[in-house]
T-cell receptor, first 116, second 115 residues
Framework: AQSVAQPEDQVNVAEGNPLTVKCTYSVSGNPYLFWYVQYPNRGLQFLLKYITGDNLVKGSYGFEAEFNKSQTSFHLKKPSALVSDSALYFC??????????????FGTGTRLLVSP | DAGVTQSPTHLIKTRGQQVTLRCSPKSGHDTVSWYQQALGQGPQFIFQ???????QRGNFPDRFSGHQFPNYSSELNVNALLLGDSALYLC??????????????FGQGTRLTVV
């Protein structure tokens, strides 16, 4: 069964500094990995995905994520944080589609707080 | 292009009642999934509909049921509501098996409160 771990409940960073939100996963076969962001009282917004190819994936709003197969990690990064990046971030994994219709399995979320 | 739309946005029900939540997928999408997000938790998969059939189900009791219509819209029904059913219910749409590596798009959710 698939699983995702987000080891930090909250990450604090000053505006302008780089940020990293950590995610590790467990899945049989090659993973499909996703990052979503959730603002208060809103649904989830897609940021980026890793399917195959380059280990560094670029996404929306200047975010990027690095896939590391040996460490089974998919950490979210941004070179320079903005106060408006403050939100709840979810990592999700989906198993190979050749096993049928697949659900997304989410981590518990990491709250990012960017201070001015 | 409208994204995923859900209705209603908020709902208050009494224990034991039944509720129906609705979802219209993003234009061009044919697959709808439903998730429950309890306060302070990540979304949990309830079930997925494709071609008007339930294709996969998460660890939820039979009180949770759904339907998909020919226009791909979907309903989530919950019977005999419990206090623990209070949560944000999220609908996600995507392309089915024809485009296996596409991302899911989420609606803004329906906040259900059971009192």
């Amino acid at each position: 069964a698939q699983s995702v771990a987000q080891p930090e409940d909250q990450v604090n960073v000053a505006e302008g500094n780089p940020l990293t939100v950590k995610c590790t996963y467990s899945v049989s076969g090659n993973p499909y990995l996703f990052w979503y962001v959730q603002y208060p009282n809103r649904g989830l917004q897609f940021l980026l995905k890793y399917i195959t190819g380059d280990n560094l994936v670029k996404g929306s709003y200047g975010f990027e994520a690095e896939f590391n197969k040996s460490q089974t990690s998919f950490h979210l990064k941004k070179p320079s944080a903005l106060v408006s990046d403050s939100a709840l971030y979810f990592c999700a994994v989906r198993g190979p589609m050749n096993t049928g219709f697949q659900k997304l399995v989410f981590g518990t979320g990491t709250r990012l707080l960017v201070s001015p | 292009d409208a994204g995923v739309t859900q209705s209603p946005t908020h709902l208050i029900k009494t224990r034991g009642q039944q509720v129906t939540l609705r979802c219209s997928p993003k234009s061009g999408h044919d697959t709808v999934s439903w998730y429950q997000q309890a306060l302070g938790q990540g979304p949990q998969f309830i079930f997925q509909y494709y071609e008007e059939e339930e294709r996969q189900r998460g660890n939820f009791p039979d009180r949770f049921s759904g339907h998909q219509f020919p226009n791909y819209s979907s309903e989530l029904n919950v019977n005999a509501l419990l206090l623990g059913d209070s949560a944000l219910y999220l609908c996600a749409s995507s392309l089915g098996s024809r485009a296996a590596n596409t991302e899911a798009f989420f609606g803004q959710g329906t906040r259900l409160t059971v009192v």
